[in-house]
């Protein structure tokens, strides 16, 4: 059995979060082959957003570090490891475009690169991104409790 796009569209939260589609193309472009995630897949995928209460109860899959990279390739869907100005854009213009004046998105854009970008590149890598990240619990953050 696979899991379709459709199929994820179906649960309510995807659905009507403006973010939604964005995290279906993440789950099936970098964990599922052909437009489809197998059981597999999808528990491994979960088990990024297990919370971590103990140091005992953390896996290399839901380190902090793996959920931070797991946002960041919201952003970075050309996968060369950085955010790009468009890539900003496209993920600012889900969550506010319909509220918001492109020409502000785009300074809004164009700040926040200014404000994470340390090396001069234009862009923001991974390591800008975790760093600006510092002081936010990501496992709080991007965790989600599991019956136990």
Known sequence: EFLTR??????????????????????????????????????????????????????????????????????????????DRNELLEVLKMMIGGNVHDDQIEMIADHTINELDKDGDKSITFEEFCKTLDRIDADDKMSMKFLS
Not at 39 to 48: C, G, N, V
């Open 6 to 83: 459709e199929n994820l569209l179906c649960i309510s939260e995807v659905n009507i979060n403006p973010l939604g589609k964005r995290l279906i193309d993440v789950i099936m472009e970098d964990y599922g082959e052909n437009n489809k995630i197998d059981f597999q897949q999808f528990i491994f995928l979960l088990a990024k957003f297990r919370r971590a209460k103990f140091k005992s109860s953390v896996t290399e899959f839901n380190t902090r570090n793996s959920k931070l990279r797991f946002l960041f390739d919201m952003y970075d869907r050309n996968h060369d490891m950085k955010i």
